[in-house]
Structure formats: structure tokens, C-alpha cells
């Protein structure tokens, strides 16, 4: 999941002058719990903890910077990203997030079935299981 959310996950670490504390406390709230709850992280913050870069800027006599755009992922995708940065984006104050990620270096393990239990209460299925 990508792009631009408008919300900064940091105050600290993806704000300046930018004030969305005061602002979008709910939004900010609602992508927490989907990242919570799809198990979700942001690719760039795991590779760059503290490292203060926006993605985001409002030129004037207070330069307003944040980050604001993400590219989030499942925590089991984490291992296949070789390296994320961001870049300035083209005729927009926005910039790009750039994530590559690599399959080839990664060795498959047996791997595991798994049932769909909701095809039980599939009459259908239930009927061409039993003939």
C-alpha cells in the first residue's frame, strides 16, 4: 500500500513546521490500526530509523517540509527490499518513494497448504466434496 496519506507517522522525525499534530489526530490514529491489523510497516522508516527526509515541502518564508507519502508493506515482504529511497518528484512538491525489491537471492522453503474453512458453509463445494 502507497502514496500519499497526508498524515505524518512521526512528529518528531517527519515534521517541519508542518502542523498535522493538532490536525489529523484520527487519521493519523486510522493508519496505525491498519498497519496494526494487516501487519503492515513502513519500508522506508525500518531501513532509515532516524533519519529526518520529507517528501513534502511548501517553499515561502517558513519552509514547510513533512513525510507524508509511505510505501507500506507486509512485515513478510520486508526481507525481499534490497534497498528504498526517496527522490524529488517532476513539477510537483511531492517527491517519490523508490523501493527495489529482489526474489532471486532467496531460497523457497517447503512452503504449507492452507484450507479456505469459509468453502464449508459453500453449499456447492459441500455437495461436489461429497459425491
Same mark, same amino acid.
Given at each position: 500500500?502507497?502514496g $500519499? ?10 515534521n517541519?513546521?508542518? $502542523?498535522?499534530?493538532?490536525?489529523r ?13 494487516? $501487519?503492515l510497516?513502513d519500508i522506508?522508516r ?11 515541502r ?5 519552509l514547510k517540509?513533512a513525510?507524508?507519502?509511505y510505501?507500506l508493506i507486509?512485515? $513478510?515482504?520486508?526481507n525481499?527490499v534490497e534497498?528504498?529511497?526517496?527522490k524529488?518528484?517532476?513539477?510537483s512538491d511531492?517527491?517519490l518513494?523508490?523501493?527495489?525489491f529482489?526474489f ?9 497448504w ?12 459441500v455437495?461436489k466434496t461429497?459425491?
Open positions: 500500500m502507497c $500519499d496519506f497526508n498524515v505524518v507517522q512521526n512528529y518528531v522525525l517527519d517541519n513546521e508542518y $502542523d498535522m499534530q493538532t490536525t489526530p484520527k487519521a493519523r490514529k486510522a493508519i496505525f490500526e491498519i498497519m496494526d491489523s494487516l $501487519d510497516i522506508y525500518s531501513f532509515y530509523e532516524d533519519k529526518r527526509w520529507f517528501t513534502w511548501k517553499p515561502g518564508m517558513h517540509q513525510r507524508l507519502e510505501f507486509s512485515s $513478510d515482504w520486508a525481499y534497498h528504498t529511497t526517496i524529488p518528484g517532476y513539477r511531492h517527491s518513494i523508490l523501493s527495489h529482489t532471486k537471492n532467496h531460497e523457497r522453503g517447503r512452503g504449507f492452507k484450507f479456505n474453512n469459509s468453502l464449508l458453509y459453500d453449499p456447492i463445494y455437495q461429497k459425491e
